[in-house]
């Protein structure tokens, strides 16, 4: 019986969400013209996106079983503002080629309409933001958040991680680490980089994202700390169950 209520919650509550989502699909322009302004592989490519994207979604409100009925905010999911969220989310999830952005979308979806989440202000600045987000940027986005946050793993007196420390932790070269870094700060998610001068450089990998330096006459290396900002930490929260 228990297990029926779940599943009974569940349903209540995905069809309120995903009802409309083929509704939502056609009217997004070009995605109902086949042969129009898109092809036909494309155009099932699409419809694959929103198949892969609902499930997704769907997943989610499992995921949160038993306490759904208590946690969904039916004022938010009746409300003009998710209204027009909706449609952006699936329009953003469908033309996308990335798994990883269409599982926090997915999140994004069912955080907006349950509490405490579903409060969150500037959900269309997140969606901006996270649209424009390739899989690289998410990743260290995400480490980057451990390390500030999870002390049992990561000890970090700045809350930040180096270039180098990055490029280890992900293994890819230093050159892509700091490219995506840079992208990280242009979309107003990591802050502008703290620096620390090293004067007896103790002959660890060269940790800097920008050159070296030096201080006086005695030498050293600078050391670049990427940190997190207020924005990366909201966005965070809203495309996952953190």
């Known amino acids: 019986m228990k297990e029926d209520k779940e599943e009974q919650n569940f349903k209540s509550a995905a069809d309120l969400i995903l009802a409309g989502a083929g509704a939502i699909a056609s009217a997004i322009p070009g995605l109902s013209a086949v042969g129009g ?12 996106n929103q198949v892969k994207f609902q499930k997704m ?12 009925d208590e946690k969904i905010d039916r004022d938010a ?16 999830a469908m033309k996308s080629s990335s798994e990883l952005k269409r599982q926090a979308l997915a999140k994004a979806i069912v955080n907006s309409v349950t509490i405490p989440k579903s409060k969150f202000t500037g959900k269309s600045i997140l969606l901006r933001i996270i649209s424009q987000m390739s899989d690289e940027e998410m990743a260290i986005l ?16 700045y809350e930040g991680a180096t270039t180098s420390h990055i490029s280890y932790k992900l293994e890819w070269n230093k050159e892509d680490t700091l ?3 840079q992208a990280l700060h242009q979309l107003s998610l990591v802050k502008e980089p703290y620096r620390e001068f090293d004067t007896q450089p103790s002959g660890t990998p060269d940790d800097i994202p920008h050159g070296t330096g030096s201080m006086g006459n005695s030498g050293g290396k600078v050391y670049y700390y990427w940190r997190i900002t207020a924005l990366a930490e909201k966005l965070i929260k809203w495309c996952s169950d953190i």
């Open 37 to 48: 302004m898109i092809s036909f592989g494309q155009f099932a490519w699409l419809q694959e």
């Open 57 to 68: 979604v769907e997943n989610e409100f499992r995921i949160i079983g038993e306490k759904l």
């Open 77 to 92: 999911i009746e409300s003009d503002e998710f209204k027009s969220l909706m449609l952006e989310i699936v329009e953003v």
């Open 142 to 157: 995400q480490l980057l958040y451990e390390i500030k946050h999870d002390k049992s793993k990561y000890e970090s007196k």
């Open 179 to 181: 490219v995506t870094c």
